[in-house]
Structure formats: structure tokens, C-alpha cells
């Protein structure tokens, strides 16, 4: 590959960006997420280095793979390269104008668990299930993204883990009481909270700290039984366990769903970890064998690109033709005296994009004359300046073979 330009789409966390960008040899577009090592941050290049060995270990259509890698030496910038994905789960429910069908959750359910039944397998917790996190392309296939959070879990595993993972929303109450000895059921009950997000259309559970999570946990799953409480020892109990034990209304609640996905979501916010099976038992369950089938990723609808960038970027301008528009009509009702021609709003993008591709061109040279591709980043959309500096004269790409 000769090179990449590429845009900032949005921040992922702390520790990366993430660019769109397209492949100026073959124009595929992909996905570059850039990792900073100029610090030389040993936390960072730990988290970094455990995430690519993590990808390195999955290989299945419902999970992203990593591509490749672009090292900056220039930059101390690492670049990891995947597919292009247009849509997040998150994204595409808020942006929707009519609810998924029943069919179309279903065909997203098993893909995801699909997805989560492959890293299990391989001893890998994803630990940061949320729609965020379930990017989508335009054929309808959903991939589990994102692996920062993630960790392989050793046969034999002595060492504590931590239990600050797993975004507020979608965590388990064994993570909120402190639990260091979990499994592969803190990703399943996420799974859950996404199963009822998707019928619902809205997050089950929005808590706004950890105290309030779990009680909403509490109110809707019932407490623990007193067993549990005795048999796990969680450093938190004696803090968050209720004076007066909770009763379970799942199915309450939810009491429009179907009968079938009543069953699952039942199993999925099992309160004790144990009850809520495996990812493949799911997968078993009638939720996916009862009419109507989950429908071909296929045969999904096409959308617009939906993620949290791209709804902004549309909002943003739905709002700059809506303040013009009530500019227009504001000076028309006070018009008496001579109107002032504004500016050609886009004499400035143009200017400065001409200029800015007269620096990428001289910049696609060393300074011995030999020529080197360049990593040159486009303007965002909608602004009169590029989103930042050249990516480096220097980058070599290498692909992320069999582990």
C-alpha cells in the first residue's frame, strides 16, 4: 500500500484517535486508529500491546480484524489498520425513525453472540460490550470492535482482575460490588442490556454512578440470594447490599416483548453469573428458532452512515441551514436599510484546501529527492483548516499475520 489519506472521525478514549481514511493505491477506505508513543507511557504501550496480541488471537466475520500496522517514527505514532465500518449499533437505534422488527433484532443478536462465542472460545473477554462497540457495515454484517478493555483469560487464572471495566450502563453488578474473579458471563449479561436496548430503543438501565447503577440493577433483577452473598465474599457487599432484598420484575417490565426473548433476556440479567450460561447455550435458545427467523444481514435496510461523527457532522449543518434561514427571515422583517452582500462562505475552504494540497504534494518528497508516499490528512468537512498536521514523511506499513 502506497498510502492513506485520512480524516478524524472521533475520539475513541484517552489513549487513541480513530481516522477515516482511503487507501491512495487500491481506494479502499478503512479505519486507522492511532495510538501515540512519543511519551514512551508504559501503561499506554502495555494497553496497546495487549490489545494487538488480543486481536491477533480472533479471526471471525463477527469480529473486527486488524489488518494491519503503520509504525511513525517520525510521529512516535502507531496506526492500526481495519475495515471501514459505517454504522454503530448506538448510533443506527438513535438515528432510526421506527423500531428494529423482531426479525432484524434477532439477525443482530446472533451475530453478535456469534461474535462473543468466538473470543470465548479462544479465552478472550471483550469486557466493553455496548452498541458502541457493534459497528456495522453497509451489507448488514455486524463485528464486535474495540478491544481496548479486553484481556485473555489464562486456564488456570491466579491473578486478580481489575473490575473497572465495562461501561456504566452495561455493567454487571459482580463488577459494581468488586468482583477480581469473573468470567465470560460479565460480556453475556451486556449482551442482555443490549437485547432490551434494541426492543426498547432506549438503554434499560441509565445509571449516572455506581451506587445508583446497581440499585436500578437491584429493582429490576432482584437481589442476590443470601447464599450468594455468603459464597462470593465481594469486597463491596457489606457497602451496596440492600437492607431489605429486592424482588425480580424482569419479565414485568418487559411484558410486551415475545414469550422467546422474555426466555433469554431472563437468562442473559441473571443477577448470579453462573445462571446465565454461555454464549453458545444462548445461540441455542428458541429466541433464535421460534418465527419469525432472524432475517439475512443482507436483506437489513441501508442507512446512512450513522456514527457519532457522521449524525454530528448532519446535525451540524441541519443547524448552520436553520440559523441562515432564520437570518434570512430575520433581516427581512427589519430590512430598511441597504443590505450588505456576505462573503462567499466557501471561498476560505476552498482557499485553504488548495493550499493545503500544495503542502501534502511537496510534502510527499524527502529532502534527498527520494520520493516517499506520505500519509497527508484531509480537511474535516465543514471546516476551513486541516484537521491536523501532516500524519509523517516516514511510515512503514506492515500486515498482521496468523498469530
Known amino acids: 500500500m502506497g498510502g492513506y489519506l485520512a480524516r478524524r472521525t472521533h475520539m475513541k478514549s484517552w489513549k487513541s484517535t480513530v481516522y477515516k481514511a482511503r487507501d491512495i493505491e487500491s481506494n479502499k477506505i478503512v479505519a486507522l486508529k492511532k495510538v501515540r508513543f512519543a511519551n514512551l507511557d508504559p501503561e499506554r504501550i502495555r494497553f496497546m500491546a495487549r490489545e494487538i496480541i488480543v ?44 423500531k428494529l422488527t423482531e426479525a432484524q433484532i434477532k439477525c443482530y443478536m446472533q451475530q453478535l453472540l456469534n461474535g462473543l462465542d468466538h473470543c470465548h472460545s479462544r479465552g478472550v473477554l471483550h469486557r466493553d460490550i ?94 442476590p440470594s443470601e447464599e450468594y452473598w455468603k459464597r462470593s465474599k465481594l469486597p463491596n457487599a457489606t457497602a451496596f447490599k ?19 426473548t422474555l426466555a433469554l433476556l431472563d437468562m442473559l440479567l441473571a443477577v448470579e453469573p453462573e445462571c446465565r450460561g454461555t454464549a453458545s447455550s444462548a445461540l441455542q435458545s428458541e429466541f433464535f428458532t421460534t418465527s419469525p427467523l432472524p432475517c439475512d444481514p443482507s436483506s437489513l435496510p441501508k442507512y446512512p452512515p450513522s456514527k457519532e461523527f457522521d449524525v454530528k457532522l448532519r446535525g451540524d449543518e441541519s443547524a448552520r441551514q436553520r440559523a441562515s434561514r432564520e437570518k434570512v427571515n430575520g433581516n427581512d422583517r427589519a430590512r430598511k436599510a441597504t443590505a450588505i452582500p456576505a462573503p462567499d462562505s466557501n471561498f476560505e475552504l476552498q482557499a485553504s484546501i488548495q493550499v493545503f494540497e500544495k503542502n501534502s504534494q511537496s510534502n510527499t518528497k524527502s529532502v534527498n529527492g527520494v520520493n516517499n508516499p506520505g500519509f497527508p490528512v484531509e480537511p474535516l468537512q465543514g471546516t476551513s483548516k486541516p484537521v491536523c498536521s501532516h500524519v509523517g514523511p516516514s511510515m512503514h506499513l506492515s500486515y498482521a499475520g496468523s498469530p
Open 242 to 260: 440492600p437492607q431489605h432484598p429486592y424482588k425480580r420484575c424482569v419479565n414485568q417490565t418487559f411484558k410486551d416483548f415475545p414469550t422467546s
Open 130 to 223: 455496548k452498541g458502541a462497540n457493534l459497528l456495522i457495515d453497509h451489507n448488514g454484517n455486524l463485528k464486535i470492535g474495540d478491544f481496548g478493555l479486553a484481556t485473555i483469560l489464562l486456564p488456570n487464572q491466579t491473578q486478580p482482575l481489575t473490575s473497572r471495566v465495562v461501561t456504566l450502563w452495561y455493567r454487571p453488578p459482580e463488577l459494581l460490588l468488586g468482583s477480581t474473579d469473573y468470567g465470560v458471563t460479565i460480556d453475556l449479561w451486556s449482551s442482555g442490556c443490549i437485547l432490551a436496548e434494541l426492543f426498547t430503543g432506549k438503554p434499560i438501565m441509565p445509571g449516572r454512578t455506581e451506587v445508583e447503577q446497581l440499585h436500578r440493577i437491584f429493582k429490576l433483577c432482584g437481589s
Open 55 to 98: 486481536l491477533r488471537r480472533l479471526d471471525h466475520p463477527n469480529v473486527m480484524k486488524l489488518e494491519g500496522l503503520i509504525v511513525s517514527r517520525v510521529s512516535g505514532c502507531l496506526y492500526l489498520i481495519f475495515d471501514y465500518m459505517e454504522h454503530d449499533l448506538r448510533g443506527l437505534v438513535a438515528t432510526l425513525e421506527t
